[in-house]
């Protein structure tokens, strides 16, 4: 028998992954509590006990999306595999996490947050631990030798500029090829101001 707390986690991942397909699915105007009851199969008392506004939804549906998004990169890391240079595993792995539906659901918050001031409040809150775990598993990608680099925080700020901007590409369905071109130009650009050059370059 699951406990009172396991019960409360359950349903609080249930209503969190139904806000995510809605997100991804339909965009952020599906993103109603009636519309996250009903892919949830809650009751509405259930769904208002967890995240009585959908301010209060946004707010941890972000934290979520930041968790889901890290074990995406890391598992793209990982099955890259450690032999792979640094600059090339960094970008393709978090290239990977940004086209995978999380990341898509919270690229749709940010959408919708330009012309809802309540919810980019809601999302200012919640982003600023985002953006320090986002950096901590950025850094943990490009290895140490690289981020101790004077150069690096400039590099790893356009990393996610340049990333989030291939992956909104993606979205629109335009060529990925023409996106792992410029990956494999930013690379060559990265190398260059951090003085890195893998055993493939010579």
């Known amino acids: 028998m699951a406990t009172r707390a396991e019960q409360k986690d359950a349903?609080?991942?249930r209503i969190l992954d139904a806000a995510t397909s809605l997100l991804v699915e339909?965009?952020?105007?599906a993103l109603t509590t009636?519309?996250?009851?009903?892919?949830?199969g809650l009751s509405r008392g259930a769904l208002l006990h967890h995240f009585p506004t959908?301010?209060?939804l946004s707010e941890a549906l972000v934290a979520n999306l930041v968790v889901l998004n890290e074990a995406a990169t890391q598992a793209a890391a990982v099955k890259l595999g450690d032999t792979v240079d640094p600059v090339e595993r960094a970008l393709t792995a978090l290239y990977s996490a940004m086209t995978q539906p999380p990341a898509r659901a919270e690229f749709e918050l940010w959408a919708a947050a330009g012309t809802d001031p309540d919810l980019a409040a809601a999302l200012r809150v919640a982003e600023r631990k985002a953006g320090r775990d986002l950096h901590r598993v950025i850094d943990g990608l490009f290895g140490a030798g690289i981020v101790a680099h004077p150069r690096y925080p400039a590099v790893r700020d356009l990393t996610v500029a340049?990333?989030?901007?291939?992956a909104g590409t993606r979205a629109l369905q335009l060529s990925d090829q023409a996106n792992r071109v410029v990956?494999?130009?930013?690379?060559?650009?990265?190398?260059?101001l951090v003085g890195?050059?893998?055993?493939?370059?010579?």
């Open 11 to 13: 349903t609080r991942a």
């Open 162 to 166: 340049i990333l989030r901007g291939l």
């Open 54 to 56: 959908v301010r209060d």
């Open 196 to 202: 890195h050059v893998s055993d493939a370059d010579g």
């Open 34 to 40: 009636v519309g996250v009851q009903q892919r949830a």
């Open 26 to 29: 339909r965009g952020y105007s």
């Open 183 to 192: 990956l494999e130009q930013w690379a060559d650009t990265i190398r260059i």
